[in-house]
């Protein structure tokens, strides 16, 4: 649907809003929970360079990796691929494979097949494996569970128009690659566009989704459940690593600020800076006492990275000499990974 150019600033300005808004928040969870306050859904699951790298694993990678599995996978010879299935009139071979012929193959090379046709990640179609029916990890299987491998075409218990092994990663991935896009064989399901909103079904009207990615657009298009893009990241995330990459690997370091002397029991400011201002996530501040010449734990503190700047109120109660320690712990962008920070301190004289 065309928009006119003042709906299209206005939805631009919100998008931005609400950017922020989920900005500020996942700092607010960070420091509640001490993880990574970038990388989780609902907006933020997968990154358009992760799911169009179909060149990450060979069929002896995928037949490697499935050899390491609990799952049946790794024994599966199949030939179900949809030969009878007609997709199109105009187009009648737009649903072929290349085994026309009935050869059978093994669950790797379909998977290969599939993923360099369509231009898919074979970790996505792995990571879909896995999340709609635990195929790497589950030892007892059925025809059915095995038929509605990735749940391509199945909106219902009873309804899977692509039954089958073959099927399923061949029109999962079909469909997948063109969700959201134009030119791709398929239904679109909406064109995708920075700022558009998904709905979690589950949840409706409560919770709308933005993702950021035509990738993470797909993904709910294929599943519109916030629960359910969750599981893809996590499942994702345990087996093959970050799946917003790429992402660049830099160093930092920390500084603090801190009075020489304070009284006893009354709070003061503790700020800095982790070197990259870009870097996202908290800071830990270590505290510990001089007691008979060796220091002593005295508890720690946690501060948001807000523009590669940190602040904290501290109050130290006992008379001394006390030591500040303040560690970035790392932290995650789409582009960007920051490890953990060499320490930065400060010497406070407690009177």
């Known amino acids: 649907m065309q928009k006119s150019v003042w709906h299209a600033a206005s939805q631009l300005n919100y998008l931005r809003g609400r950017l922020f808004a989920a900005f500020c928040a ?21 990154s358009d360079e ?3 790298d179909f060149d990450s694993m060979s069929a002896a990678d995928i037949q490697a990796y499935l050899d390491k599995q609990p799952g049946p996978l790794k024994k599966l ?13 105009s187009r009648p071979n737009v649903n072929l494979t290349p085994d026309t012929d009935g050869v059978k193959k093994r669950a790797s ?11 898919v990640n074979p970790k996505v179609m792995l990571t879909m494996l896995q999340k709609e029916q635990s195929l790497l990890s589950r030892t007892s299987v059925t025809k059915t569970t095995i038929a509605r491998a990735i749940g391509a075409g199945c909106p219902g218990g009873a309804t899977n128009r692509y039954p089958g092994f073959g099927n399923q990663m061949w029109h999962g991935a079909m469909r997948l690659d063109g969700y959201g896009e134009t030119g791709k064989v398929g239904p679109t399901f909406g064109l995708y566009r920075p700022g558009m909103n998904v709905w979690d079904i589950y949840k409706h009207p409560q919770v709308k989704v933005y993702p950021y990615s ?19 990241w996590n499942i994702y995330k345990a087996r093959f690593g970050n799946s917003l990459w790429p992402a660049v690997t830099r160093s930092t370091s920390t500084r603090i600020s801190a009075p020489s002397s304070v009284k006893a029991g009354r709070t003061f400011g503790v700020s800095g800076r982790v070197t990259d201002p870009a870097a996202p996530g908290g800071v830990t501040i270590y505290q510990s006492r001089l007691v008979g010449g060796k220091w002593r734990s005295a508890g720690s503190a946690r501060a948001a990275v807000v523009n590669g700047r940190f602040t904290c109120s501290l109050k ?23 490890q953990a920070s060499k320490s930065g301190a400060k010497t406070v004289k407690v009177k």
């Open 77 to 89: 010879v199949t030939s179900d691929y949809d030969t009878t299935i007609t997709l199109s009139a």
């Open 214 to 232: 035509v990738a993470t657009y797909k993904l709910y298009v294929y599943n519109p459940s916030i629960g359910g893009n969750t599981s893809f």
């Open 316 to 338: 130290l109660t006992k008379k001394g000499t006390w030591r500040l320690i303040a560690k970035y712990s790392g932290g995650e962008t789409a582009q960007v990974s920051y």
């Open 50 to 52: 992760v799911f169009r």
């Open 109 to 119: 090379l379909i998977i290969w097949e599939a993923c360099q046709q369509w231009h």
């Open 26 to 46: 996942a700092l607010v969870l960070f420091a509640l929970s001490g993880g990574s306050a970038f990388a989780a859904p609902p907006n933020r699951v997968l």
